[in-house]
Each structure stands twice: as structure tokens, then as C-alpha cells.
């Protein structure tokens, strides 16, 4: 059985470049996890950074680990102890610690599930000596730490290029040390900001269910809460692919982020709030990251929440293309398409574009706050159609909150509009375009103005899909994509949740339940953290964490949306003081 585990890493090795492996030796042996497959792991821009971040220090090896492949799983069920690392094929059990890295919520079954696989005792409080640490860092546990806390002995809360350097220093002071784990956690969480030890703190609730405190051990001298790190990318070097593989969603495509967060000020977007101020990379030192890749001839990807947003992406664009690459883009705003953006989107033969109305009315376009009109939608529509763009992926999503079977109706109204004006850009073309619409539902998500409001609810949600789908279903060269709105409840539930949430959790991850029957077993009903307004003086799990942003402008700006009032964009470098990141 393990000849056949390593043998498939080894697979895996021999079509990469980039890998990079290391003598263990005396070094702090880090395994880097990623709760899903490899492919899914490999075309995560975050991970592959942390990756090659966590190598540069001379005293650190970091080796990746993911979740098994289908036929695995069963394997290593039968005989636990046998999760292997990528470079070394070496168990899990072997390293220092195992460090997972966590975008995504529905992801957390798994994350539970490959400790129990790599025979790693699932709760921190029954790990011993003997055990590997078991952290935890990404987006998924900026938002909300809590639902994971009975599972982690710390979590990383922040961004990698400015909390890592301090977690390397602080490790090589501890190395020789003879400290026992609770020491080494309590000195880790006092000495560096950013990191969390759950088991160092306490959740109390109120006779409602609703959350009372989170506060330290008393005598553990920690913070009341977890200040976020943010990274200057004036100075860390831009977010790259480490290591290029064909077993990815991306291929060989060669991911550069040039910024991070987005100025819009969207008010379902998490991304535009916990990683405020918008910040850019400087065109020079990205063109230094593409180069090589360039040079070759091969793609580049510039990822950010809004790509067409970068201050200098017109010269991205054409400078890229001079040295010989070819382009690709995570998202575009209708609003932003330039003439050098459009042009390197026919240079590097792009079939398809991606656009997000997000609403298909403009009065929901004004509670979300996506500043975006029709006519920009349409005009948008018609010059990628003129540069033979002719397919066009639309996102959606439905149960946002003052949602109306008006709003819905605009979705196929704007569907219907966009086809018309892609067919009179395309007139003479050989072929025919696709509208195809990917429509999800709403989950609403912490530090968000709408982290009150409840999510729709599963049978709403289907309803009104079923109702997109009839009334385009006979429309020629469009397609219609849904999500499934239970999995939009679970992800709700984890998004939302605190640590009496962990307990589904484990019966979905290590007893093998139904996440239908896990709740059922529960003694407490899910619906409590999912279908719930929360009260406007709520005290929220998550808001352990200091992210900068003051609960007031969240407050203010859920207000704003129920009046249907747009806000103004982030603006770092003018003299808003708005959400308090910024200074007061």
C-alpha cells in the first residue's frame, strides 16, 4: 500500500519545476497541508507562496502534503499513519508541525479528516510530546478563527510576508530549547502579534445562546485580541507560482498577484474589507517576477480581486506582451476595459471572459454597492464581441439581501441583453458565442456590513434557481450554472459559526456522517447560526480578531445598503478615515 502512495508523489515530483527539497538535518521540519487535492492545491496562488516563503530560511524545510486522491483515502482509513509528504514521501507524523493552509470553509471536513488519516490526534488538547504541532493560516481563518479552534494549536492571523519572518525568528530561538508545549504556545502567542492560541483563551455564552466573551487565560498575559497582520508590497516581493506543474486547473500557467484587496468597497465581499487599505505591486518589480516566464513565451496570470483596477495595468499589459508572453486575468471589471487590456486579451487568443454583474438589477447593483450600470455591462459585452470574445461567462448570485422576484427577473433580462448586443458586435463573425451564467448563493461573511443578515435558506434558494433556469431554458447560446444551496448552508454554518460548531464538524470529518446528519445529531440547532438576523449589538466570534476595520462603518454601510445609498471607494491615498484602518 505505501509503495503505491509514494509512488504517485513521486509521479507528481517528476513533472514540476521548481521543487524544492531540502536535507532535513536540524531543521524545523514544516509540513505545508492543503486540504484538498493536489491539483486544487497546486493552483492556489497562497499556498505556493507560503511555500517558497517558508524556504528561504535556512532552518526551515517545508514540504507540501494534500488531501488523498479518491482511491487513497480508503487506503490510509485502513491504516492510518501513512499521509505522506510530496518531496520526501515522509509521514506526517514525522515533521515538527503541520501547518494547514485554509481558503476555503467546506474545506474544513477535510482539513479535521487528514489528521485522523496521518494519525495525528484530532484535538489539541489530546496531542502530547510526542505529536507534531498543528497550526493553521488563510483567509477562511482571517474571517473567522472559531469553528477550527478545538482542532489548532494556533493559527497564523495574517498575511505571510509579514508574519512569517517573525514565526522563523521566534522558532530558532526555541529550537534548542527543552520547553514543554504549553510553554512553547504561550511564549509563541505573547511574543509574536499575529498568532492565536485558542486553547489559551476562553468563549463564554449568555442563557440566549448568543456569544458573552472571548477572553485570555487569566495569568497567560495575552492580548484581549489578535492584531492582523498586514503586508507593505511596496517592499515583500509579489505572490508568484513556485512551482509550475500540468496537473493544475491553470496548467503551466505562470500566477503573479499584483495586488491585494479591492478598493470598491463591495458590501458582500469579504476581500474588500479584511485586506484594507487596497494595495498594489509596482509594475517594475512584477515585470521582474514575469520575466523569465515571459521570455519564454509562456502565460502569465495576473491575479487580484479586480485586475483591471492596478494604477499601471495598461503597461503590464503591453510590457508583457513586448517580451514575448502572453496574458491571462483572474477577473475584469466592465467598467475598466481598456484598449491595451482588450488588445492583450486578443494577442494572447482568449476565447472566453469572465464578468460580474453579481445582481441583474441596478437597484441590487446600489445595496451591494457594484457601482456598475447597464450600459457599462452592455458597452463591455460588445467590445470583447468585436475582438471576436465572443464568450462570455457571467456571475450572479441570488439571496442577497432585499432580493425580489423584480431582481430575479432582471438577471434574464440583463442575460438576454447581453446576447443581443454580443450577436450585433458579431455580425459576419463564422460562429456563435456562449452566454453562460454562473449564479450562486449568497453566504454571508464576516467583517461584511452584511455579516447580520441571515442567509435565504436552502428550499428558497432552489426555488427561485428553478425559476432562472425555465425562463432561460429555451434561449439559444445561453447556459445556465448553479451551485447547490445546501452546500452554500454548510459553508454558511462554518463562515458564521463559533466552537460549538466543531462538534458537526468532527462527525462529518471522522465519523463519516452526513453534514444533514451530523446537524440533526447536534444539540444545538444550525439554523441558530445560519437563518438568523443577528442583533445589532451582537458580540461575534470572529471579532476576536482586530482587522482595523471599526464595527460602527460595517454598521453604518448595512444601513446604507437597506437605503440603497452607494458608498465611496477605499482611498488610501487621500484623506478618508472612513472604516478606521487607515487611522483614526
Not at 505556493?48 to 530560511?57: G, M, T
Not at 521570455?295 to 483591471?308: E, Y
Not at 496574458?327 to 488588445?343: N, Q, W
Request: aromatic share 10%; hydrophobic share 40%; charged share 25%.
Amino acid at each position: 500500500m505505501l509503495w503505491k502512495l509514494k509512488q504517485r508523489r513521486q509521479m507528481w515530483l517528476e513533472k514540476e519545476q521548481g521543487t524544492i527539497v531540502k536535507n532535513w538535518g536540524d531543521r524545523l521540519r514544516i509540513a505545508l497541508a492543503f486540504p484538498n487535492r493536489y491539483s486544487v492545491g497546486m493552483s492556489n496562488l497562497g499556498f505556493q507562496f507560503v511555500y517558497e516563503a517558508l524556504n528561504r530560511y535556512d532552518n526551515i524545510v517545508c514540504e507540501r502534503a494534500f488531501y488523498p486522491e479518491p482511491e487513497e483515502v480508503e487506503l490510509l482509513r485502513a491504516s492510518p499513519g501513512n499521509l505522506l509528504s510530496v518531496e520526501s514521501q515522509k509521514p506526517l507524523v514525522d515533521f515538527h508541525l503541520v501547518a494547514f493552509s485554509l481558503p476555503f470553509e467546506n474545506d474544513y471536513p477535510n482539513a479535521v479528516e487528514m489528521l485522523e488519516l496521518a494519525g495525528i490526534p484530532r484535538r489539541s488538547a489530546e496531542r502530547g510530546a510526542n505529536h507534531p504541532m498543528v497550526a493553521g493560516g488563510g483567509v477562511a481563518l482571517f474571517l473567522n478563527p472559531e469553528v477550527l479552534a478545538p482542532f489548532l494549536d494556533f493559527m497564523f492571523i495574517g498575511e505571510a510576508e509579514s508574519i512569517v519572518p517573525d514565526f522563523a525568528a521566534f522558532w530558532k530561538e526555541f529550537e534548542t530549547s527543552r520547553a514543554a508545549r504549553p510553554e512553547i504556545l504561550k511564549s509563541l502567542g505573547r511574543s509574536v502579534a499575529g498568532v492565536y492560541v485558542p486553547s489559551l483563551y476562553e468563549a463564554a455564552y449568555k442563557a440566549d445562546g448568543t456569544l458573552e466573551s472571548i477572553l485570555p487565560v487569566p495569568g497567560s498575559g495575552l492580548p484581549g485580541k489578535v492584531a492582523y497582520r498586514r503586508a507593505d508590497l511596496d517592499v515583500s516581493p509579489p505572490c508568484r507560482t513556485a512551482v509550475l506543474t500540468p496537473e493544475t486547473e491553470f496548467s503551466n500557467v505562470s500566477l503573479i498577484e499584483i495586488g491585494r484587496g479591492c478598493g470598491r468597497g463591495c458590501r458582500f465581499c469579504a476581500a474588500g474589507f479584511v485586506y484594507r487599505p487596497v494595495r498594489f505591486h509596482r509594475a517594475a518589480a512584477l515585470l521582474e517576477a514575469a520575466d523569465e516566464q515571459a521570455a519564454a513565451g509562456g502565460r502569465i496570470g495576473l491575479v487580484s480581486a479586480a485586475v483591471s483596477d492596478h494604477p499601471q495595468i495598461d503597461t503590464l499589459c503591453s510590457s508583457i506582451l513586448e517580451r514575448g508572453g502572453s496574458l491571462s486575468f483572474s477577473s475584469l471589471r466592465a467598467d475598466s476595459l481598456t484598449p491595451e487590456i482588450v488588445s492583450a486579451l486578443e494577442a494572447s487568443e482568449h476565447q472566453a471572459v469572465a464578468i460580474a454583474p453579481e445582481a441583474g438589477s441596478e437597484r441590487l447593483r446600489r445595496v451591494i454597492n457594484k457601482n456598475l450600470d447597464e450600459d457599462q455591462i452592455y458597452r463591455a459585452a460588445e467590445i470583447l464581441a468585436q475582438k471576436s470574445i465572443l464568450n462570455i461567462k457571467l456571475y450572479f448570485m441570488i439571496g442577497l439581501p432585499t432580493e425580489t422576484p423584480a431582481d430575479l427577473q432582471a438577471i434574464i433580462d440583463l442575460a438576454k441583453g447581453i446576447r443581443h448586443h454580443v450577436l450585433s458586435a458579431s455580425r459576419g463573425k463564422t460562429r456563435l458565442g456562449t452566454i453562460t451564467l454562473s449564479v450562486n448563493s449568497f453566504v454571508p461573511k464576516p467583517f461584511t456590513p452584511f455579516q447580520w443578515t441571515p442567509f435565504a435558506g436552502v428550499k428558497e434558494l432552489k426555488d427561485r434557481a428553478k425559476w432562472i433556469q425555465k425562463a432561460l431554458n429555451r434561449v439559444p447560446n445561453v447556459r445556465v450554472h448553479f451551485d447547490l444551496p445546501k452546500w452554500a448552508y454548510v459553508q454558511a454554518l462554518l463562515s458564521r459559526g463559533d466552537r460549538r460548531v466543531s462538534g458537526m464538524l468532527e462527525k462529518v470529518a471522522a465519523e463519516g456522517f452526513s453534514w444533514m446528519r451530523a446537524m440533526r445529531a447536534a444539540p444545538f440547532n444550525p439554523d441558530f447560526w445560519v437563518m438568523r438576523e443577528r442583533n445589532e449589538d451582537e458580540k461575534f466570534p470572529w471579532e476576536i480578531i482586530d482587522h482595523g476595520v471599526e464595527r460602527s462603518f460595517l454598521r453604518d454601510e448595512y444601513r446604507r445598503a437597506l437605503r440603497e445609498k452607494p458608498s465611496p471607494e477605499c482611498d488610501p491615498g487621500g484623506n478618508c478615515k472612513r472604516c478606521g484602518v487607515c487611522g483614526p
